[in-house]
């Protein structure tokens, strides 16, 4: 059977994923000048705040001088709900997305085809780089619908030229039964689900290793390298991250090559800055922040500097895969949805590392973070591996303690581990819900 073979990646888009470092910025300093112009002229809200701001499309010369633009937020986005934001005519539009609103008035962005076009590329590049190509299969297991997952993969796949196939999430053992059917080489969802997938298949006395499947671009959720060595151990597959939002595009605005070193970011399309996220200082090449997009190719909906809320930092040495794209690494966190529990930062993150290094346990986990009194505790929930559970840990007390200690290593503070049965912690089809915080913060 053809698993994985690096010999199959391949650069999509020679061109411009292999520019000179000198050539980019001058493409993506044209580009920018003709977005903030674009933006300022067709849309009220960046003309208003331009002006509030004292800043004028001219003054962008040199590509520092974004830096003289203010800042956008999800909060911008909802105030001009629904369609405040674009700057093409209704007539162009062909599409339209949404994020889910879970937390608030959804994000809503409509695509010209010209938008569609830059997602479709910037996607084939990331598909590409697993070894997508036009005789591949790939099975799409993203939700379709106005979440943006499942069609970006779909369009990217199809710039290859290869066939596509729009499963959509949830449904396991029919997904189980495609997957082997018709039968695809490559998956694309979030990596809980695919994990989900393997663990549905090996209850039932499947071997997930022998479906056809090569490699896979998972995200849309946070993810560690624990994670990826899972999945890559159980499908014997390449398992590489895909980043994006809505708000840019959709996934695909970086995705991992095979070195998996870090995403690299379809920069001639998005443009990012690092910024410390509580002095909203742009940071040296390197630093850790929150990463900032601006669209220098969208005609719908253009964002300019919009505040991801995501952690991570920019490398832009040419990797070793010979594309000089800027790589960003892989998300820390956000910055709204770190914990403070007693007062220190905890990103779920890090408990999540201690899990999956640990055999025993079942790849699924949840964070309770409560405050019975006065003060906050924070309860894991572990599932034990029945698969892997030696008969030697007859003391489920040590056990439990072994892995409490390992999470307050990481983290700094103590946690109640609580052992649940086999499949008992709720698993997601979509976006895995890790954390639940039951602190009344009002
Ligand atoms: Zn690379």
Same mark, same amino acid.
């Given at each position: 059977?053809?698993?994985?073979?690096?010999?199959?990646?391949?650069?999509?888009?020679?061109?411009?994923?292999?520019?000179?470092?000198?050539?980019?910025?001058?493409?993506?300093?044209?580009?920018?000048?003709?977005?903030?112009?674009?933006?300022?002229?067709?849309?009220?809200?960046?003309?208003?705040?331009?002006?509030?701001?004292?800043?004028?499309?001219?003054?962008?010369?040199?590509?520092?001088?974004?830096?003289?633009?203010?800042?956008?937020?999800?909060?911008?986005?909802?105030?001009?709900?629904?369609?405040?934001?674009?700057?093409?005519?209704?007539?162009?539009?062909?599409?339209?997305?949404?994020?889910?609103?879970?937390?608030?008035?959804?994000?809503?962005?409509?695509?010209?085809?010209?938008?569609?076009?830059?997602?479709?590329?910037?996607?084939?590049?990331?598909?590409?780089?697993?070894?997508?190509?036009?005789?591949?299969?790939?099975?799409?297991?993203?939700?379709?619908?106005?979440?943006?997952?499942?069609?970006?993969?779909?369009?990217?796949?199809?710039?290859?030229?290869?066939?596509?196939?729009? !499963?959509?999430?949830?449904?396991?053992?029919?997904?189980?039964?495609?997957?082997?059917?018709?039968?695809?080489?490559?998956?694309?969802?979030?990596?809980?689900?695919?994990?989900?997938?393997?663990?549905?298949?090996?209850?039932?006395?499947?071997?997930?290793?022998?479906?056809?499947?090569?490699?896979?671009?998972?995200?849309?959720?946070?993810?560690?390298?624990?994670?990826?060595?899972?999945?890559?151990?159980?499908?014997?597959?390449?398992?590489?991250?895909?980043?994006?939002?809505?708000?840019?595009?959709?996934?695909?605005?970086?995705?991992?090559?095979?070195?998996?070193?870090?995403?690299?970011?379809?920069?001639?399309?998005?443009?990012?800055?690092?910024?410390?996220?509580?002095?909203?200082?742009?940071?040296?090449?390197?630093?850790?922040?929150?990463?900032?997009?601006?669209?220098?190719?969208?005609?719908?909906?253009?964002?300019?500097?919009?505040?991801?809320?995501?952690?991570?930092?920019?490398?832009?040495?040419?990797?070793?895969?010979?594309?000089?794209?800027?790589?960003?690494?892989?998300?820390?966190?956000?910055?709204?949805? !770190?914990?403070?529990?007693?007062?220190?930062?905890?990103?779920?993150?890090?408990?999540?590392?201690?899990?999956?290094?640990?055999?025993?346990?079942?790849?699924?986990?949840?964070?309770?973070?409560?405050?019975?009194?006065?003060?906050?505790?924070?309860?894991?929930?572990?599932?034990?591996?029945?698969?892997?559970?030696?008969?030697?840990?007859?003391?489920?007390?040590?056990?439990?303690?072994?892995?409490?200690?390992?999470?307050?290593?990481?983290?700094?503070?103590?946690?109640?581990?609580?052992?649940?049965?086999?499949?008992?912690?709720?698993?997601?089809?979509?976006?895995?819900?890790?954390?639940?915080?039951?602190?009344?913060?009002?």
């Amino acid at each position: 059977m053809a698993k994985f073979s690096e010999d199959d990646v391949y650069i999509f888009n020679k061109e411009r994923e292999c520019m000179q470092r000198e050539d980019m910025k001058e493409l993506q300093l044209k580009r920018l000048k003709n977005t903030v112009k674009y933006a300022y002229e067709h849309v009220d809200f960046y003309r208003d705040l331009y002006d509030k701001h004292n800043v004028h499309p001219d003054d962008i010369k040199t590509l520092e001088d974004i830096q003289k633009l203010p800042f956008i937020t999800k909060d911008d986005l909802r105030k001009t709900y629904p369609f405040k934001l674009q700057a093409a005519p209704k007539e162009d539009w062909k599409e339209v997305h949404s994020t889910s609103g879970t937390t608030g008035i959804p994000t809503v962005a409509a695509y010209t085809q010209k938008d569609l076009d830059i997602w479709a590329e910037s996607t084939a590049r990331g598909l590409a780089s697993v070894g997508v190509n036009p005789k591949s299969i790939v099975n799409v297991a993203y939700g379709f619908g106005l979440f943006t997952g499942g069609h970006g993969a779909q369009y990217g796949a199809q710039k290859i030229g290869a066939l596509a196939v729009p !499963m959509s999430s949830g449904n396991t053992p029919k997904q189980i039964n495609f997957l082997k059917d018709f039968p695809a080489d490559f998956l694309c969802c979030t990596p809980s689900y695919a994990l989900f997938i393997a663990e549905t298949m090996e209850k039932e006395g499947m071997d997930p290793k022998d479906l056809p499947l090569k490699g896979g671009l998972f995200g849309a959720e946070m993810w560690t390298e624990e994670i990826r060595a899972k999945l890559e151990e159980k499908f014997d597959i390449s398992a590489q991250n895909i980043y994006g939002l809505t708000e840019v595009i959709g996934p695909g605005v970086s995705t991992e090559c095979h070195m998996k070193d870090g995403m690299h970011i379809a920069e001639d399309h998005f443009y990012p800055e690092i910024i410390d996220p509580e002095t909203l200082e742009v940071l040296p090449e390197g630093e850790e922040g929150e990463i900032v997009f601006t669209s220098l190719t969208k005609t719908g909906m253009p964002v300019i500097r919009y505040r991801t809320k995501d952690l991570t930092s920019l490398n832009y040495e040419k990797c070793k895969c010979g594309r000089t794209t800027v790589r960003m690494s892989r998300i820390k966190g956000r910055s709204d949805d !770190m914990l403070k529990v007693k007062g220190v930062i905890v990103f779920p993150k890090q408990i999540e590392e201690v899990i999956m290094k640990v055999d025993e346990l079942a790849p699924a986990y949840q964070i309770i973070v409560s405050r019975p009194d006065t003060l906050d505790e924070i309860e894991v929930q572990v599932e034990i591996d029945q698969a892997n559970f030696s008969d030697s840990i007859t003391d489920l007390e040590t056990f439990r303690n072994k892995i409490a200690k390992s999470i307050k290593e990481a983290i700094g503070i103590g946690v109640k581990v609580t052992l649940a049965e086999p499949f008992t912690i709720p698993r997601s089809e979509g976006k895995a819900k890790r954390v639940i915080d039951k602190r009344d913060f009002s």
